[in-house]
């Protein structure tokens, strides 16, 4: 009925579908089976008024195929990743810091960087997962990590955004990624931080410092001591 040319019946059947809660079930295999975007859509419409009826099993399955499309790059993902965030919107945030998480630890920063940018508007998404939004958007700038490249420029002021929060320790944080930040990416944050004003700007003069301690005549060291210099903080 739905492939029909008889419209009239076609949009009866829609209305039919969209206030039956027994439709979700009935509907999920064809969208499985959806050869693209657009019938992947027509399906979501008439699965989504009821969609909190289909069980653990049938999410799983919507989940897995989501994330399928969504790594392939097609366009299908759109309409999937929709509907898994619709049913279980705790769920689809938990499911992406994961892969955030895996990403990271395997050093694939854009990668890490794009997964957490799927949920950044969720209600889901705190202080910690900004926090490390921002520093994977600075780590994916690879040979761009300088204080002057604009990718550098928009992660550094996601931290200050972060850093605003009276229950978030930006300091803190900052020190348990060291290892992952390392000297460039330290320096680069202090850089901009310690042109900011009070609180920020201590912290950013502590990074630098702390560069100029460990290395005083290395690359990072020598330029943390310039700048701290010019700073008038030397």
């Given at each position: ?67 399928r499309f ?77 204080p002057n ?48 004003r009070g ?36």
């Amino acid at each position: 009925i739905l492939d029909g040319r008889d419209e009239a019946l076609r949009c009866s059947a829609v209305r039919a579908l969209q206030q039956s809660t027994r439709a979700p079930s009935l509907l999920l295999p064809r969208l499985l089976a959806a050869k693209d975007a657009e019938e992947a859509w027509s399906l979501v419409h008439l699965i989504r008024p009821n969609a909190d009826r289909l069980g653990s099993a049938e999410r799983k399955k919507l989940a897995a195929a989501a994330l399928r499309f969504l790594d392939k790059g097609d366009r299908r993902a759109e309409p999937f990743l929709h509907l898994f965030r619709h049913i279980d919107d705790r769920g689809y945030a938990r499911t992406f810091l994961d892969r955030a998480t895996r990403a990271k630890r395997a050093k694939k920063y854009t990668e890490a960087e794009r997964n957490l940018r799927l949920i950044s508007k969720s209600p889901h998404f705190d202080g910690e997962a900004r926090f490390q939004l921002a520093l994977m958007s600075l780590l994916a700038s690879g040979s761009e990590l300088s204080p002057n490249s604009p990718k550098t420029r928009q992660a550094l002021e996601a931290l200050r955004r972060t850093a605003q929060r009276p229950d978030f320790d930006l300091e803190a944080h900052l020190k348990k990624e060291g290892r992952v930040l390392g000297p460039e990416g330290l320096y680069a944050v202090g850089f901009g931080l310690i042109e900011g004003r009070g609180a920020l700007r201590d912290v950013g003069a502590r990074l630098l410092r702390a560069q100029v301690k460990k290395g005083p005549r290395t690359k990072v060291g020598r330029k943390a001591k310039a700048k701290l210099t010019t700073e008038g903080l030397a």
